[in-house]
């Protein structure tokens, strides 16, 4: 009997990896299934995008579907995935109930990205000017609706080890649910680096990150009206770059070229860009997961200077490639003395290279990954058996929401 290797993906937008750190993790998803022989169909109810990745190229099947309707009934039974990948946890609120229902052997795999319920409840800490608490989660609403989501799904993929722990100790969630994915790289390798400019053929500092998402808005307005006026009064002739996909207009009024602040827009080349520039500045004051900029410096050599929260759960004991500081002051003065000595620069190169190859190769997780899924595919009766709380939460979603969807199918009637 053959066995049935089709995943279906539904996106909540269709993938832009050179727009995002999402974009490229979803490409990653799309590129382990495909290298174990797996059929994929991408379906998402996003319009599309001048950015958005051709997958269609990569023979991936692709799928526009529509939200609240019973035409996703009739194609997900026409697909008849053995996995269902869900795109963050809105996408399994709208077509979990549908999965389950109309293709209950499916494996139902829940991509978290980041906790959406972390960077919420930061963000709203941040806003009340305050120390953020893991008590906050508690009671952060969107916390109740991405921890339904991951108890009703048999596997929810993690990109951020902080986030592991936060979800066993703080929301109890049984190890067996969960499964550290990060985004990955290939091996680093000395030479490589020497197709890089060098120190000494490097200028200016940068900043990369896609303007839709709150956190790197937040972290440019933080540079112009605090940090960078510090470097600039000691490096007088120095740049500021800021890069990033879909600039808003108050983005982009910030430019200012007596200030030598730079808004670019999106980077047609960002391996160019980041390699390029002497240090990447990454002043997050909140946010989640691991920060796909961060990692990108390091691949391409450069050294950066961020905060705890940018960060987290990316070098693990290993020394930073920069430096890690939360006062304005200090990390204003960090990134003068890494941009001014050329020592520290090699050394900060070398730190990258390093947490690179001890915690970000491909071949730490793609074959454990795979066989992870069809662990759990032989054994899906007894996982969901012992996920008590998430078939209960499964059985009232369905009704509950099949009946909002179906109200909502006839209100657009």
Same mark, same amino acid.
């Given at each position: 009997m053959k066995v049935n290797k089709s995943v279906l993906i539904i996106g909540l937008v269709w993938p832009e990896p050179n727009s995002s750190a999402a974009g490229l993790r979803m490409m990653q998803l799309i590129e382990l299934?495909?290298?174990?022989?797996?059929?994929?169909?991408?379906?998402?109810?996003?319009?599309?995008?001048?950015?958005?990745?051709?997958?269609?190229?990569?023979?991936?099947?692709?799928?526009?579907?529509?939200?609240?309707?019973?035409?996703?009934?009739?194609?997900?039974?026409?697909?008849?995935?053995?996995?269902?990948?869900?795109?963050?946890?809105?996408?399994?609120?709208?077509?979990?109930?549908?999965?389950?229902?109309?293709?209950?052997?499916?494996?139902?795999?829940?991509?978290t990205e980041d906790l959406h319920c972390l960077r919420s409840a930061r963000q709203n800490a941040w806003i009340e000017k305050r120390e953020f608490l893991d008590s906050d989660l508690l009671i952060e609403p969107v916390s109740k609706r991405e921890i339904a989501a991951i108890l009703r799904c048999d596997l929810a993929l993690i990109i951020s080890e902080f986030e592991i722990e936060l979800l066993q100790n703080i929301f109890k969630i049984d190890a067996a649910l969960l499964y550290y994915?990060?985004?990955?790289?290939?091996?680093?390798?000395?030479?490589?680096?020497?197709?890089?400019?060098?120190?000494?053929?490097?200028?200016?500092?940068?900043?990369?990150?896609?303007?839709?998402?709150?956190?790197?808005?937040?972290?440019?307005?933080?540079?112009?009206?605090?940090?960078?006026?510090?470097?600039?009064?000691?490096?007088?002739?120095?740049?500021?770059?800021?890069?990033?996909?879909?600039? &808003? %207009?108050?983005?982009?009024? @910030?430019?200012?070229?007596?200030?030598?602040?730079? =808004?670019? #827009?999106?980077?047609?080349? +960002?391996?160019?860009?980041? &390699? %390029?520039?002497?240090?990447? @500045?990454?002043?997050?004051?909140?946010?989640?997961? =691991?920060? #796909?900029?961060?990692?990108? +410096?390091?691949?391409?050599?450069?050294?950066s200077i961020t905060t705890t929260i940018g960060a987290e759960a990316i070098n693990g004991n290993l020394p930073w490639n920069g430096s890690i500081e939360n006062n304005p002051e200090i990390f204003a003065q960090k990134a003068i003395e890494l941009y001014k000595e050329e020592g520290l620069w090699s050394q900060a190169q070398k730190n990258g290279m390093s947490i690179i190859?001890?915690?970000?190769?491909?071949?730490?997780?793609?074959?454990?990954?795979?066989?992870?899924?069809?662990?759990?595919?032989?054994?899906?009766?007894?996982?969901?058996?012992?996920?008590?709380?998430?078939?209960?939460?499964?059985?009232?979603?369905v009704n509950s929401a099949k009946y909002m969807s179906r109200w909502i199918e006839e209100k657009n009637k």
């Open positions: 299934f495909q290298e174990n022989d797996f059929e994929i169909t991408f379906a998402s109810p996003a319009q599309e995008s001048e950015f958005m990745f051709d997958i269609a190229t990569l023979g991936v099947i692709k799928q526009p579907i529509e939200l609240n309707s019973e035409s996703f009934d009739l194609f997900i039974k026409k697909c008849n995935p053995s996995i269902v990948v869900f795109d963050r946890f809105i996408i399994e609120e709208q077509f979990g109930w549908r999965v389950a229902k109309h293709c209950p052997d499916a494996l139902r795999v829940l991509d994915l990060p985004i990955f790289t290939d091996a680093l390798i000395h030479n490589e680096f020497n197709k890089f400019p060098a120190f000494s053929q490097r200028k200016d500092f940068m900043f990369i990150g896609n303007f839709l998402h709150e956190p790197n808005w937040n972290a440019v307005l933080y540079l112009k009206e605090t940090i960078w006026p510090i470097i600039r009064e000691k490096l007088p002739t120095a740049n500021l770059k800021i890069y990033g996909a879909y600039p &808003s %207009q108050k983005t982009l009024q @910030l430019n200012n070229n007596k200030e030598n602040f730079f =808004i670019l #827009g999106r980077a047609n080349d +960002a391996k160019l860009a980041i &390699s %390029q520039a002497k240090i990447l @500045l990454a002043p997050l004051r909140f946010g989640a997961g =691991i920060k #796909g900029k961060l990692l990108e +410096a390091m691949q391409y050599g450069t050294p190859n001890s915690r970000f190769l491909k071949s730490f997780f793609a074959a454990d990954f795979i066989k992870k899924l069809l662990f759990l595919q032989n054994n899906l009766k007894s996982h969901r058996t012992n996920n008590f709380i998430g078939s209960m939460l499964q059985h009232h979603t």
